[in-house]
Structure formats: structure tokens, C-alpha cells
């Protein structure tokens, strides 16, 4: 009589540690697979914010004009600039940009050698402050980044050793690997710091027009390195690294 009840026990206790057993292995069967559903979902989000590379945008020089005009009396100036190099780095997700256009001050051409040359050595002293640079550093799309599309960059004008925050209102016309830019914009150079050109009756406006038409080349920023700052692609993919790691 007094076995009975020793015997329900001792089954009843193999049964629940077999059960415990069963429910643990079934357990850890599935554990692996959450985890590495979980680790597939990290990897896939990382390597998403990861993969988002800047675009390097080359402009070419021979097939780029930059041409101004200066308003004057009692005749209008009329004149080239060359554009000596170009590289900007555009992160198509967020719009920022980095890099510079730089343009041979000493290369303006009206096709007038003394106008020139009061140009050169008074107004932009060459020999001093031998290039005029644009540094995009946002830029805002308003269209279909396909076929013609207008954009708004925002970034710095450095004319004449001093720097000035600048927007341009520009078209971009994407044709495969290539872009064409066109732009126009107006320089207020006097109230820039620069000499006034005016002479007795000969009077000019303070602000010069310029229009720039470019073409530039697309790749991936990396294919472009060596044309600019390979530490400033080495500290984005850092940061980009850090916010896949933060992902939870």
C-alpha cells in the first residue's frame, strides 16, 4: 500500500523532467533561428546604410564654359573663364555635398588686352588670389532625378581670398554617366570688397553676370579618390559603419 504512491511520484517526476527536457530542446532548436533571423535583419540594415556611397561628379574642362558680362556705359563687357578642375561628391539620400569647382582667375578673356589687364592686376590680383572656388555643400532637388531636373545648391563662394555663402538655381540634364549643368547667377563683386572699375564717364554695375554651362562625369566616389580627399571618404564610411552598429 504504502509503494503506490512512491511509484505515481517517481513517474510523475520522470514525466515532468522528460517534458522539461522536451520543452527546452524545442527551445533551443528555434533559438538559433530567431538569432540569425535577427542577425540577417541587422546585417541587411547595416549594410543599407552602408551601401548608401557618395556619387563623385567630374567635371570636364574642355567641354565647360563659364562666360560673364558686366553692364556697363557706355558699352557692355563680354568675356571667358576657364574652369581649371572640378570634383563634387553628392550622398543622393541626404543631399549633402563636398568637394570644390575651381576656376583660372588669370584666364578671364573679354578679347580686350588692357581691360583684361586692369582686371587681372587691379579688380581680382591674380598674383595674389590666383583662384575663384565654389564649395557645394547642400544640395536640394525639386524634380525626377531623371532627364532635366532643377536643383538649388547652397555652399560657399571664395572670390578674392574672402568666402561668402552662395546658392545657385541650376538645371541638370542626366544622360547615362553624364550630366550636364547649367547655371546663372550674379556676382556682387564691389559689395564683395572688390575695386570698383568705374572710371570718370565709364561707369560699370557692381555685379557681374555669369552663366556656366559643364558637363560632368558620374561614378562612385571611390573611383575618384585619388582627385580629392581619400580621409574625408575614409570618415564618412566610418560614420556610416557607427550608425549601422547603432541600429538595434
Known sequence: MTTRPIVRLMLAS???????????????CRTPTKLATASKAHATLADSVTAAKWTALTFDGAQTTIAYKLI???????????????VIRVDAVSGKMAGEVVVDAASGDS?????DGRMKNSVLEVARYPEIRFAPQQVESHGVPRGEFPVVVRGVMTLHGKSHPFTVAATVERRGDDATIHCRFAIPYVAWGLEDPSV?????????S????????????????LLGSESFLAREDAAAQRLGSEVP
Open 14 to 28: 520522470i514525466v515532468t523532467t522528460g517534458l522539461a527536457l522536451l520543452t527546452a530542446t524545442r527551445a533551443n
Open 111 to 115: 578679347g580686350h588686352s588692357v581691360r
Open 200 to 208: 570718370l564717364f565709364f561707369k560699370v554695375e557692381p555685379n557681374v
Open 210 to 225: 555669369v552663366e556656366v554651362t559643364a558637363i560632368a562625369h558620374l561614378a562612385d566616389a571611390r573611383q575618384t579618390a
Open 72 to 86: 556697363g556705359w557706355p558699352h557692355v563687357t563680354e568675356g571667358t573663364f576657364k574652369l581649371k578642375n572640378g
